[in-house]
C-alpha cells in the first residue's frame, strides 16, 4: 500500500472548490467580481489560430481568414461522432450563460450546440439543434447551469451526417458567471514553511508575508500550543519573483523533535516535523512513482493498493496498437520494433528518449552516490523486490531496457543509431488508462540527441550493472559504443518541432549532447580516445536538463574521479563548486529561498525540475567539498518544493498540510472521473511558468507574477503536469536528504 500521508488536514482549493466556496458567496454578495458576466471562450474569433478549440480526429479543422472551418465525414451515426469544442470552462450553479456565434457551412444542414459539465453524468447548460445554412448567420442561446465545475466544454456537434460537408464558425462568445477568471487564489497562511518538515540538523527557516517594514515576533509552538522558542523576523522586503512583501524568520537553532506550528501575531503555518528521519517516506514514494507509469506491465494491487491498480498499457492488446512491434512514422523507414517497456513519460502515453534517458541516468546516480557513502537504498514495493538487487536499479533498468530496443537494429539504414521517441500518431483525451488507449503508435525518425543519450546512459549502465547483473552491463556498453559511432556517423539528425499526438522534445544543438556522451564514456571504460570529445563543462545559467546537457559532463566525471590527474581533477571541483556558490547566492538573494532564479525572471516549464536539479548540484559539491553551507542550501531547497513558496502549497502529492493533487495524468484524472485515483503520493508538479502553454493557465493566470503562475488543475498542462525527469530529481533530493540525518 502507498504510504499513508504526512497530513489528513485541508488540502490545496481547486477551482472547482473554489469556484463553489465563492458562487455560494454571491447569495449574498451580488456584486463579487468587479466586471461580471465574465467572457469564458479563448480566441472565439480564431485571430490567434486554432488553439484551444480541437476537433474530433475524424473531422480535420483549421483557423483560416479568422474563422475556424471543419471537414465534416459522412457515415457516423451520433451527433458527438463528430464534434468541434473547448474545454475547461468555468460553471458556477445557478448563474445564467449566453452563447452566441456564427455559423456556415457548404450546404444546408443541422447542428447540435452544447454547454455542459465535459464528465459524467454530462449536467447541462443549454442543448440547442441548429440549423446552418451556407451563409453565415449568428446563432444566440441562454441556459442557467446546474452544476459548479471548473471543467465546462462548449461543442458543436455534427455526426450523423449522409454526405460529408464544410462547417465553419466564427466569433464565439459564452458569457456568463460572477467568479472573475482564476476566481481568488488560496495562498493558505501567510507563514509559509517546509510543510513535511526540518531535520533536526538541518537549516530551519521560513518565510513571513506582510506589508509592515519592522521585524517582528515569531512563536514556535509545539502540538500542545505551548511556545518552544521564539524570537524576531528579519525584513527582506519586496521579493522579485512573486510580488510579495516578506519577512523571515530563521529557527535553526531548535533540535527539539515533534510537530510544530509557527505564528506570527495571529497567524499560523501549517503544521510541520522536526525529526531525523522524515524524509525517508517522500524517498520512497518519489522512487515508487516510476513502477506507477511503467509500461507494458499491470499495476498491481500488491505493491500499490487496489486504486492505483491497472492493466498492463500497449502490449499489443486490443485497443492498444503497440508497443510490441511499433512501425515506423509512414515515409521515415521500412521497419518495426518491439519497444515494450519503459516508462510513461508524462501525462501522456508517448514515450521518449532523451526524458527517459536522463531520469533513468538520475536513478543510477542516485545508486552510485548512495553506494559510495555505504547507504544500501530503500526497499520499494515492486516486483522485482528481494532479487537481491538494489531496488532502484530494478526500476531504472525498466527504462534502461526500453532505450536499448529503440536502437535501430544492423542491416537497416542508420543502423546504430536511436529513435527519438514513440507516441500515439493523434493527442488522445483525458481521462484514458493506458490499456484502452485506440491510437496507432509510431516509431519517429532517429536523431543524434537520442543516440548519444543512449550513449551516455548505457555508459552509466555498464559501470553501475557491473556489480549485479554482468549481462546487462556488457550489452549496455555495447550498444553505447555502438551509438557513438553511429553519431559520428551522423551529427546532424535532429528531431523536428512540433508533431501531433505526443510532444516534441526537439533540439537542434547536440554538442552538449557529444560531450556528455564522451564523459561517460571516458568515466567507465578509461578510454582516452573519448575525453577529447569533452568539450563542455558545467554552468550556473544552464544547469542542466534534458535539452541542455552539457553540464552533465562534469557530474560524470566527478563519479570517477580516479579517470583524471590531480590538476583536472582540482578544476572539475573548482568549476563544480563556482556554480554551487551561485546557486547559493539565488537562495540568499529571494525572499523565498530557491537556488532556481532564471536570469530574465522568468519561470519555465517544469521550473520545480529546476530547483531539484540545481539543488543536486548542491548536494554534490557538498560531498566534494566537505562545505556545510553547500549541504543547507541543498536542504533548504526541499523548503521551496514542500510549502514555503509564493502560492503555500507543497508540490508534492501527499506531503504537506496542502499540497498538489489534480496534476496532468490521463490515469491519476480523479477529478474528471472520481473512480480514479489522485496522483500518487511522492508526484512532483511541473510548478510555475510564465509561458501560460495551456488553455486552463492562459485563462486563469493572466497577469501572474513569475512565482505565481500556477493552478492545480488537471487541464493546466504547463504548470501543472508530472514527468519522469521531474520526480527522478525529486527521488535523487530526498535520498540525499535522507542521509543526512
Given at each position: 500500500?502507498?504510504?499513508?500521508?504526512?497530513?489528513?488536514?485541508?488540502i490545496?482549493?481547486?477551482l472547482?472548490?473554489?469556484?463553489?466556496?465563492?458562487?455560494?458567496?454571491?447569495?449574498?454578495?451580488?456584486?463579487?467580481?468587479?466586471?461580471p458576466?465574465?467572457?469564458?471562450?479563448?480566441?472565439?474569433?480564431?485571430?490567434?489560430?486554432?488553439?484551444?478549440?480541437?476537433?474530433?480526429?475524424?473531422?480535420?479543422?483549421?483557423?483560416t481568414?479568422?474563422?475556424?472551418?471543419?471537414?465534416?465525414?459522412?457515415?457516423?451515426?451520433?451527433?458527438?461522432?463528430?464534434?468541434?469544442?473547448?474545454?475547461?470552462?468555468?460553471?458556477?450553479?445557478?448563474?445564467p450563460?449566453?452563447?452566441?456565434?456564427?455559423?456556415?457551412a457548404?450546404?444546408?444542414?443541422?447542428?447540435?450546440?452544447?454547454?455542459?459539465?465535459?464528465?459524467?453524468?454530462?449536467?447541462?447548460?443549454?442543448?440547442?439543434t441548429?440549423?446552418?445554412?451556407?451563409?453565415?448567420?449568428?446563432?444566440?442561446?441562454?441556459?442557467?447551469?446546474p452544476?459548479?465545475?471548473?471543467?465546462?466544454?462548449?461543442?458543436?456537434?455534427?455526426?450523423?451526417?449522409t454526405?460529408?460537408?464544410?462547417?465553419?464558425?466564427?466569433?464565439?462568445s459564452?458569457?456568463?458567471?460572477?467568479?472573475?477568471?482564476?476566481?481568488?487564489?488560496?495562498?493558505?497562511?501567510?507563514?509559509?514553511?517546509?510543510?513535511?518538515?526540518?531535520?533536526?540538523?538541518?537549516?530551519?527557516?521560513?518565510?513571513?508575508?506582510?506589508?509592515?517594514?519592522?521585524?517582528?515576533?515569531?512563536?514556535?509552538?509545539?502540538?500542545?500550543?505551548k511556545?518552544?522558542?521564539?524570537?524576531?523576523?528579519?525584513?527582506?522586503?519586496?521579493?522579485?519573483?512573486?510580488?510579495?512583501?516578506?519577512?523571515?524568520?530563521?529557527?535553526?537553532?531548535?533540535?527539539?523533535?515533534?510537530?510544530?506550528?509557527?505564528?506570527?501575531?495571529?497567524?499560523?503555518?501549517?503544521?510541520?516535523?522536526?525529526?531525523?528521519?522524515?524524509?525517508?517516506?517522500?524517498?520512497?514514494?518519489?522512487?515508487?512513482?516510476?513502477?506507477?507509469?511503467?509500461?507494458?506491465?499491470?499495476?498491481?494491487?500488491?505493491?500499490?493498493?487496489?486504486?492505483?491498480?491497472?492493466?498492463?498499457?500497449?502490449?499489443?492488446?486490443?485497443?492498444?496498437?503497440?508497443?510490441?512491434?511499433?512501425?515506423?512514422?509512414?515515409?521515415?523507414?521500412?521497419?518495426?520494433?518491439?519497444?515494450?517497456?519503459?516508462?510513461?513519460?508524462?501525462?501522456?502515453?508517448?514515450?521518449?528518449?532523451?526524458?527517459?534517458?536522463?531520469?533513468?541516468?538520475?536513478?543510477?546516480?542516485?545508486?552510485?552516490?548512495?553506494?559510495?557513502?555505504?547507504?544500501?537504498?530503500?526497499?520499494?514495493?515492486?516486483?522485482?523486490?528481494?532479487?537481491?538487487?538494489?531496488?532502484?536499479?530494478?526500476?531504472?533498468?525498466?527504462?534502461?531496457?526500453?532505450?536499448?530496443?529503440?536502437?535501430?537494429?544492423?542491416?537497416?539504414?542508420?543502423?546504430?543509431?536511436?529513435?527519438?521517441?514513440?507516441?500515439?500518431?493523434?493527442?488522445?483525451?483525458?481521462?484514458?488508462?493506458?490499456?484502452?488507449?485506440?491510437?496507432?503508435?509510431?516509431?519517429?525518425?532517429?536523431?543524434?540527441?537520442?543516440?548519444?543519450?543512449?550513449?551516455?546512459?548505457?555508459?552509466?549502465?555498464?559501470?553501475?550493472?557491473?556489480?549485479?547483473?554482468?549481462?546487462?552491463?556488457?550489452?549496455?556498453?555495447?550498444?553505447?559504443?555502438?551509438?557513438?559511432?553511429?553519431?559520428?556517423?551522423h551529427?546532424?539528425?535532429?528531431?523536428?518541432?512540433?508533431?501531433?499526438?505526443?510532444?516534441?522534445?526537439?533540439?537542434?544543438?547536440?554538442?552538449?549532447?557529444?560531450?556528455?556522451?564522451?564523459?561517460?564514456?571516458?568515466?567507465?571504460?578509461?578510454?582516452?580516445?573519448?575525453?577529447?570529445?569533452?568539450?563542455?563543462?558545467?554552468?550556473?545559467?544552464?544547469?542542466?536538463?534534458?535539452?541542455?546537457?552539457?553540464?552533465?559532463?562534469?557530474?560524470?566525471?566527478?563519479?570517477?574521479?580516479?579517470?583524471?590527474?590531480?590538476?583536472?581533477?582540482?578544476?572539475?571541483?573548482?568549476?563544480?563548486?563556482?556554480?554551487?556558490?551561485?546557486?547559493?547566492?539565488?537562495?540568499?538573494?529571494?525572499?523565498?529561498?530557491?537556488?532556481?532564479?532564471?536570469?530574465?525572471?522568468?519561470?519555465?516549464?517544469?521550473?520545480n525540475?529546476?530547483?531539484?536539479?540545481?539543488?543536486?548540484?548542491?548536494?554534490?559539491?557538498?560531498?566534494?567539498t566537505?562545505?556545510?553551507?553547500?549541504?543547507?542550501?541543498?536542504?533548504?531547497?526541499?523548503?521551496?518544493?514542500?510549502?514555503?513558496?509564493?502560492?503555500?502549497?507543497?508540490?508534492?502529492?501527499?506531503?504537506?498540510?496542502?499540497?498538489?493533487?489534480?496534476?496532468?495524468?490521463?490515469?491519476?484524472?480523479?477529478?474528471?472521473?472520481?473512480?480514479?485515483?489522485?496522483?500518487?503520493?511522492?508526484?512532483?508538479?511541473?510548478?510555475?511558468?510564465?509561458?501560460?502553454?495551456?488553455?486552463?493557465?492562459?485563462?486563469?493566470?493572466?497577469?501572474?507574477?513569475?512565482?505565481?503562475?500556477?493552478?492545480?488543475?488537471?487541464?493546466?498542462?504547463?504548470?501543472?503536469?508530472?514527468?519522469?525527469?521531474?520526480?527522478?530529481?525529486?527521488?535523487?533530493?530526498?535520498?540525499y536528504?535522507?542521509?543526512?540525518?
Amino acid at each position: 500500500m502507498p504510504t499513508p500521508r504526512r497530513r489528513t488536514g485541508a488540502i490545496a482549493l481547486t477551482l472547482t472548490a473554489t469556484l463553489t466556496a465563492l458562487t455560494a458567496l454571491t447569495a449574498s454578495t451580488p456584486a463579487l467580481g468587479a466586471n461580471p458576466p465574465y467572457e469564458r471562450v479563448l480566441n472565439g474569433t480564431f485571430d490567434a489560430g486554432k488553439s484551444p478549440w480541437w476537433s474530433s480526429g475524424n473531422t480535420p479543422s483549421t483557423a483560416t481568414d479568422g474563422r475556424l472551418c471543419a471537414q465534416v465525414p459522412a457515415g457516423t451515426v451520433n451527433p458527438w461522432d463528430s464534434m468541434i469544442g473547448q474545454d475547461d470552462l468555468p460553471l458556477e450553479q445557478g448563474q445564467p450563460y449566453m452563447l452566441r456565434f456564427e455559423a456556415s457551412a457548404s450546404r444546408a444542414v443541422r447542428i447540435r450546440t452544447v454547454v455542459q459539465q465535459a464528465s459524467s453524468p454530462y449536467p447541462t447548460v443549454l442543448n440547442r439543434t441548429v440549423d446552418v445554412a451556407t451563409s453565415a448567420k449568428t446563432f444566440e442561446f441562454t441556459g442557467t447551469s446546474p452544476v459548479t465545475n471548473s471543467h465546462g466544454q462548449v461543442s458543436f456537434q455534427a455526426g450523423g451526417a449522409t454526405e460529408p460537408y464544410t462547417l465553419c464558425l466564427d466569433n464565439i462568445s459564452v458569457v456568463g458567471g460572477v467568479v472573475p477568471p482564476g476566481g481568488f487564489p488560496d495562498y493558505g497562511s501567510p507563514v509559509r514553511v517546509n510543510q513535511l518538515g526540518y531535520l533536526t540538523s538541518g537549516p530551519k527557516r521560513a518565510t513571513y508575508v506582510t506589508t509592515q517594514s519592522t521585524a517582528l515576533d515569531w512563536r514556535l509552538l509545539d502540538s500542545g500550543d505551548k511556545i518552544v522558542a521564539g524570537g524576531k523576523t528579519q525584513p527582506y522586503g519586496p521579493d522579485a519573483a512573486s510580488g510579495d512583501h516578506v519577512q523571515l524568520i530563521d529557527f535553526g537553532d531548535v533540535r527539539t523533535r515533534g510537530t510544530f506550528r509557527l505564528a506570527v501575531g495571529d497567524d499560523l503555518s501549517e503544521p510541520f516535523e522536526i525529526g531525523d528521519r522524515i524524509y525517508s517516506g517522500l524517498r520512497r514514494d518519489a522512487l515508487e512513482y516510476f513502477y506507477n507509469n511503467r509500461s507494458g506491465i499491470e499495476i498491481e494491487a500488491e505493491y500499490v493498493g487496489p486504486q492505483y491498480a491497472r492493466a498492463a498499457g500497449h502490449l499489443g492488446v486490443a485497443p492498444n496498437k503497440g508497443d510490441t512491434s511499433v512501425p515506423c512514422l509512414p515515409g521515415t523507414c521500412d521497419h518495426s520494433l518491439d519497444v515494450r517497456g519503459g516508462w510513461y513519460d508524462a501525462g501522456d502515453h508517448g514515450k521518449y528518449v532523451v526524458n527517459g534517458a536522463l531520469a533513468a541516468w538520475q536513478l543510477l546516480d542516485l545508486h552510485e552516490r548512495s553506494a559510495a557513502h555505504g547507504d544500501r537504498g530503500v526497499a520499494l514495493r515492486i516486483p522485482e523486490s528481494g532479487n537481491s538487487v538494489p531496488d532502484v536499479l530494478d526500476e531504472a533498468r525498466w527504462e534502461v531496457d526500453f532505450v536499448l530496443r529503440m536502437q535501430v537494429p544492423p542491416g537497416r539504414p542508420f543502423a546504430g543509431m536511436v529513435h527519438h521517441k514513440i507516441h500515439d500518431h493523434k493527442w488522445t483525451g483525458l481521462p484514458l488508462a493506458p490499456a484502452a488507449d485506440p491510437q496507432q503508435r509510431y516509431l519517429h525518425p532517429p536523431s543524434t540527441a537520442a543516440t548519444l543519450n543512449l550513449a551516455a546512459v548505457g555508459a552509466r549502465c555498464a559501470r553501475v550493472y557491473a556489480s549485479w547483473d554482468r549481462r546487462l552491463s556488457k550489452r549496455c556498453l555495447t550498444a553505447a559504443e555502438k551509438a557513438w559511432d553511429a553519431a559520428r556517423r551522423h551529427p546532424a539528425l535532429y528531431a523536428p518541432d512540433g508533431g501531433e499526438g505526443g510532444g516534441a522534445y526537439d533540439d537542434t544543438k547536440v554538442t552538449d549532447e557529444f560531450s556528455w556522451a564522451a564523459a561517460e564514456l571516458f568515466a567507465t571504460t578509461g578510454k582516452g580516445f573519448y575525453k577529447k570529445f569533452v568539450t563542455t563543462t558545467l554552468k550556473a545559467a544552464d544547469g542542466f536538463s534534458w535539452q541542455e546537457t552539457g553540464g552533465l559532463a562534469d557530474l560524470a566525471l566527478a563519479r570517477a574521479p580516479h579517470r583524471l590527474n590531480p590538476h583536472d581533477e582540482r578544476e572539475l571541483v573548482r568549476r563544480i563548486s563556482s556554480v554551487a556558490d551561485a546557486y547559493l547566492t539565488h537562495l540568499g538573494t529571494q525572499g523565498y529561498a530557491n537556488p532556481y532564479k532564471p536570469a530574465d525572471g522568468e519561470y519555465v516549464w517544469g521550473s520545480n525540475s529546476g530547483a531539484a536539479n540545481n539543488a543536486m548540484i548542491l548536494a554534490i559539491a557538498a560531498d566534494l567539498t566537505g562545505r556545510t553551507s553547500y549541504r543547507s542550501a541543498a536542504l533548504e531547497s526541499l523548503d521551496y518544493l514542500l510549502g514555503r513558496n509564493a502560492v503555500g502549497l507543497s508540490f508534492v502529492t501527499g506531503y504537506g498540510e496542502r499540497f498538489s493533487h489534480n496534476q496532468h495524468h490521463r490515469f491519476w484524472a480523479h477529478s474528471l472521473n472520481p473512480a480514479l485515483p489522485s496522483p500518487y503520493p511522492g508526484s512532483l508538479a511541473g510548478g510555475p511558468n510564465s509561458g501560460l502553454q495551456d488553455p486552463v493557465a492562459q485563462r486563469n493566470l493572466q497577469g501572474c507574477a513569475p512565482a505565481k503562475c500556477y493552478v492545480d488543475e488537471i487541464g493546466s498542462y504547463s504548470t501543472n503536469e508530472v514527468a519522469v525527469n521531474w520526480n527522478s530529481a525529486l527521488a535523487w533530493l530526498t535520498a540525499y536528504a535522507d542521509q543526512q540525518s
